[in-house]
């Protein structure tokens, strides 16, 4: 079965220091994968997306992706994280079907 | 600033009564996602649509739950009877989307539904 594991519910990071939350998948094919961020009492957001190219991918607020296709993993990280990046961070995969992780919980303290 | 639009934002009601959210695609996009989120269950996909024609429902329970797009301007999700156990935020999505492709998804601010 095709799946996608987000394996950390919650990453906690001081502001200042890079961070990195993980991603893996079990798809096949080539799929596309994305990053998505949920503020509080918000809808997701896109933040990113590889599809083919370069595997470092550059996105939205600062915030990049390493994707690797020996280890299936696809990710997010930023070198400075700010107290605002603390949010809910969603990776996704679409290989003619669009596929969830459960979530990871940042927080960003001060 | 094209945006998907989401009706009502909250919503209070009690067992029993039904309930109808609403969601506005953004024109042009072909394909509409209803998903479900708790904080037990995560994001859950209830329903989805491609150019107005149903694709998958496998998410929805069959007996209460019902969705539709009578045009390619509005999608709705209808619940009847509702239950406690419904509520949770409800969030409507629309992407361009076609056989082995799919652009990012743009979600609107979801409907919270409480069932007292």
């Known amino acids: 079965a095709q799946s996608v594991a987000q394996p950390e519910d919650q990453v906690n990071v001081a502001e200042g220091n890079p961070l990195t939350v993980k991603c893996t998948y079990s798809v096949s094919g080539n799929p596309y994968l994305f990053w998505y961020v949920q503020y509080p009492n918000r809808g997701l957001q896109f933040l990113l997306k590889y599809i083919t190219g370069d595997n470092l991918v550059k996105g939205s607020y600062g915030f990049e992706a390493e994707f690797n296709k020996s280890q299936t993993s696809f990710h997010l990280k930023k070198p400075s994280a700010l107290v605002s990046d603390s949010a809910l961070y969603f990776c996704a995969v679409y290989n003619y079907q669009l596929i969830w992780g459960a979530g990871t919980k940042l927080i960003i303290k001060p | 600033d094209a945006r998907v639009t989401q009706t009502p934002r909250h919503k209070v009601t009690e067992m029993g009564q039904e309930v109808t959210m609403r969601c506005q695609p953004i024109l042009g996009h072909n394909t509409v996602f209803w998903y479900r989120q708790t904080m037990m269950q995560g994001l859950e996909l209830l329903a989805y649509f491609r150019n107005r024609a149903p694709l998958d429902d496998s998410g929805m329970p069959k007996d209460r739950f019902s969705a539709e797009m009578p045009d390619a301007t509005l999608a709705t999700l209808k619940i009847q009877p509702s239950e406690p156990r419904d509520s949770a935020v409800y969030f409507c999505?629309?992407?361009?989307?076609?056989?082995?492709?799919?652009?990012?998804?743009?979600f609107g601010e979801g409907s919270r539904l409480t069932v007292l």
């Open positions: 999505a629309s992407v361009t989307q076609r056989e082995g492709y799919t652009g990012e998804l743009f």
